[in-house]
Every structure is written in C-alpha cells, then in structure tokens.
C-alpha cells in the first residue's frame, strides 16, 4: 500500500532518541526542547516559540493567552479538522463557524466581516453577539493546507472591531505570505508537529509569534503555572509541555524542514503537471503555501457516495486516499452551533480527494499513482 502521508525519519531522529536515553533526559526538561524552541522561531521569524504537547493544546493555550473567556464566542471557519473547534469548546467558548472562500479554502472574510457588523453591537466596549449575548473574543483563522488566508483584510477587521487573531497553523510549517515567514502574521499562532504533519515530532505543538507577553503567558499555563523552584503555583495551569523525547525527533526533522516542505511544493506542482487534463480541480494554493497535502477535487457530479468509491477503488490498487475534512457544522458535538453559509463547503467537502504525497514518496510510487487515477477517472 502507498501511504497517503507518512512520517520521514531519515536523519538524525536515532541519534538524539539515544542521546535523550543514554542522558536520561526523556521527561519535561532537556536541551532538546530548548533546541527545538529555537529552530521553530527561527524558521517561521518568530522572536520566541514555546513547545506543546500537542497542536490542541497549543491551540488551547494560545486562546487563554488572548483573554478568551468561558461563554464566550471566537469566530472559526467550519471546514478545519475538529481540534480547532475543541480548543475553543476547552476554553469554555463557543466556536461561531462560518463558511471557507473557493479559491483558497480560509475563512470568508467578507462573511466575517458582515457577520461582526450586522449580527454585532458594542456594550460597553464589549463587541457583542446580538442574538446570544456573548461576547466575540478572538477570531482564529486556519492555514488549511499551508494556504494563508488573505492578512490584509483580517489585519483590517481585527483592527476595526480590536478583536486578537490566533492562527490555526497546526498545518503550515513551511507557509508564506508571499515572501514572508508566518511568525509574526498574527498576535499568535499554532503549530502541530503530529505524526500526519510535513514535519513530526511523533506529537506535538508550538506556540509562536512576536508577543513575548502572550508567549510568557503560554509558557507559564502550560507548564502547570509553577513560580519558583518550590510547590508554589499561581494559578490554574495544565501540563501541557513537550517531552525531551518529543523535541529530539522534532530536532532531527526540523533539519530538514526545507528539504521537506519543497519536497511537498514539488509533489503538488507534479499532480497538477500529470493529471491535467482530466475533468477535475486540484487543491488551491495561495503565493506561498507550504502545500501540506496535495490532491484533487471531483467534477461537481460527484457526491459522497461516488467519491468513496474512487477512494475504495483506488484502495483495492494499492494506495491510499481519502476524503478530507468533514466540516464542523456537521459533526455531532457541534450540530447546535451557529453556522453561516455562502454555500462553499457543502458542496465541496465531499467531492475532495487527497492523494499520496508522502515527503519520501518515490518517483515509481508517484507514477503508478497518477498513471492510476488517470485510468480510474478517464473512464467516467
Ligand atoms: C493537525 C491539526 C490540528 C491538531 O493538531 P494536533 O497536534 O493533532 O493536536 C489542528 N488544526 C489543524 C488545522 C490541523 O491540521
């Protein structure tokens, strides 16, 4: 079977796990973490970055830090993977869910922003979701599959209404606006270093930006909120650290996070060379996206039902794809949230197929699967 995204542990992962073995570092402290603070900083420009145990609980964490509030609202889009929605369910919030652009499946900014001015009112300097009550405490866009939404117009609504932005980056090592490394995009953002990302610490998660408040906060919460070297804590904190054992992996892949991340580049550009020509779209990318998985959106005749069956099919072959996201609004602990619609995501969801693209993926592997698919959809 050819994986669909696999981890690639070809460099120094062996070494550093026996270092942290041979050391007896294997816990919560070890120089490992502080090395993979240091190169996750460096390589998204952020000026600090402080490791997770989790992208979730980064997500977490980084929503506490912005002051996000029990009952409160934070607006997220619906077409994500579930972890962002639960990080706000964690903080005791309410995701406000709105529906993805076509052309680079982020937020709809301009449904944000209509939404925030006719479903919104001031009370006392409080920006209030009319209908509930709640307060709007955060905005958190996702950089699904590497693409960043469009900064200019969030920047502009952030700054319109004052309301933080925390980005969902969970998937987006690597991603640029144009030119420009994500660090310091937005007041504070979360990366996943999860077994399925570009690149992987087994698990895990990194708090980063330029705010070294908000990033001391995050490291103060998320190491149980200790103060002093003797059982004092101050407030309610959560253990929610990285091990050294994780940060000796993620170590070893962040030295070949470029590598990696235009390996990824490459292998969607290549399914965008091979398959033309078939009637079918391929994932959208914005200027630099990290292009964290690639694949192919079916014609719109298809449905659910017809693409579980290219997905079967192209099982019984030998490779592995799937369906992606299956939007928020429609998953079981959130069926009662509020959701606006432009009619993006209920009609693309289904018809989305991700295809091998493993960062160690062979050139056999990747002919066999285009060559593959090309014969499974030519003749439908
Ligand atoms: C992977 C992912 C997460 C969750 O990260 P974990 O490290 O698995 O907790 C959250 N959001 C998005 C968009 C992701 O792709």
């Given at each position: 079977m050819i994986p669909l995204a696999m981890p690639n542990l070809c460099g120094n992962e062996k070494k550093y796990l026996d270092d942290c073995i041979d050391t007896t570092y294997?816990?919560?402290?070890?120089?490992y973490v502080n090395r993979f603070e240091k190169m996750v900083a460096e390589a998204t420009c952020s000026s600090m970055a402080v490791a997770t145990s989790s992208g979730t609980t980064g997500l977490h964490s980084a929503l506490l830090a912005v002051g996000v509030k029990p009952g409160d609202m934070v607006v997220v889009p619906s077409f994500t993977f579930i972890a962002t929605a639960n990080a706000v369910a964690h903080a005791g919030a309410f995701p406000w869910l709105m529906d993805v652009n076509a052309d680079d499946w982020c937020l709809d900014l301009e449904l944000v922003e209509q939404k925030l001015k006719e479903d919104c009112s001031y009370k006392s300097n409080r920006l209030i979701h009319i209908k509930t009550g709640r307060r709007i405490a955060a905005i958190m866009p996702v950089y699904t599959i590497g693409n960043v939404p469009n900064m200019k117009k969030l920047w502009e609504i952030s700054k319109a209404y004052g309301i933080p932005v925390v980005a969902d980056a969970a998937c987006a090592i690597g991603a640029k606006m144009g030119e420009e490394d994500?660090?310091?995009?937005?007041?504070i953002s979360v990366i996943s270093f999860n077994g399925n990302k570009t690149v992987t610490c087994g698990g895990g998660g990194a708090v980063i930006g330029n705010n070294e408040q908000l990033l001391n906060f995050v490291r103060h919460i998320t190491t149980t909120a200790r103060c002093g070297i003797e059982y004092d804590f101050d407030m309610v904190g959560y253990n929610y650290r990285m091990t050294n054992i994780q940060a000796a992996v993620g170590c070893a892949q962040m030295e070949n996070c470029e590598r990696f991340v235009s390996k990824k580049k490459d292998i969607s550009r290549q399914y965008e060379e091979e398959l033309a020509g078939l009637n079918l779209h391929f994932f959208p990318k914005t200027q630099g996206s990290s292009c964290w998985l690639s694949g192919i959106v079916l014609h719109d005749h298809y449905d659910i039902k017809s693409t579980r069956r290219i997905v079967s099919q192209l099982k019984e072959k030998g490779i592995e794809c799937r369906m992606f996201w299956k939007p928020v609004h429609l998953q079981t602990p959130y069926r009662g949230m509020i959701y606006e619609d432009n009619g993006v995501v209920d009609s693309l969801w289904g018809r989305i197929l991700t295809l091998p693209c493993s960062t160690n993926l062979t050139e056999e592997q990747f002919t066999y699967v285009v060559e593959t698919v090309r014969d499974l959809l030519s003749i439908i």
């Amino acid at each position: 079977m050819i994986p669909l995204a696999m981890p690639n542990l070809c460099g120094n992962e062996k070494k550093y796990l026996d270092d942290c073995i041979d050391t007896t570092y294997v816990s919560s402290v070890g120089e490992y973490v502080n090395r993979f603070e240091k190169m996750v900083a460096e390589a998204t420009c952020s000026s600090m970055a402080v490791a997770t145990s989790s992208g979730t609980t980064g997500l977490h964490s980084a929503l506490l830090a912005v002051g996000v509030k029990p009952g409160d609202m934070v607006v997220v889009p619906s077409f994500t993977f579930i972890a962002t929605a639960n990080a706000v369910a964690h903080a005791g919030a309410f995701p406000w869910l709105m529906d993805v652009n076509a052309d680079d499946w982020c937020l709809d900014l301009e449904l944000v922003e209509q939404k925030l001015k006719e479903d919104c009112s001031y009370k006392s300097n409080r920006l209030i979701h009319i209908k509930t009550g709640r307060r709007i405490a955060a905005i958190m866009p996702v950089y699904t599959i590497g693409n960043v939404p469009n900064m200019k117009k969030l920047w502009e609504i952030s700054k319109a209404y004052g309301i933080p932005v925390v980005a969902d980056a969970a998937c987006a090592i690597g991603a640029k606006m144009g030119e420009e490394d994500i660090g310091g995009l937005c007041d504070i953002s979360v990366i996943s270093f999860n077994g399925n990302k570009t690149v992987t610490c087994g698990g895990g998660g990194a708090v980063i930006g330029n705010n070294e408040q908000l990033l001391n906060f995050v490291r103060h919460i998320t190491t149980t909120a200790r103060c002093g070297i003797e059982y004092d804590f101050d407030m309610v904190g959560y253990n929610y650290r990285m091990t050294n054992i994780q940060a000796a992996v993620g170590c070893a892949q962040m030295e070949n996070c470029e590598r990696f991340v235009s390996k990824k580049k490459d292998i969607s550009r290549q399914y965008e060379e091979e398959l033309a020509g078939l009637n079918l779209h391929f994932f959208p990318k914005t200027q630099g996206s990290s292009c964290w998985l690639s694949g192919i959106v079916l014609h719109d005749h298809y449905d659910i039902k017809s693409t579980r069956r290219i997905v079967s099919q192209l099982k019984e072959k030998g490779i592995e794809c799937r369906m992606f996201w299956k939007p928020v609004h429609l998953q079981t602990p959130y069926r009662g949230m509020i959701y606006e619609d432009n009619g993006v995501v209920d009609s693309l969801w289904g018809r989305i197929l991700t295809l091998p693209c493993s960062t160690n993926l062979t050139e056999e592997q990747f002919t066999y699967v285009v060559e593959t698919v090309r014969d499974l959809l030519s003749i439908i």
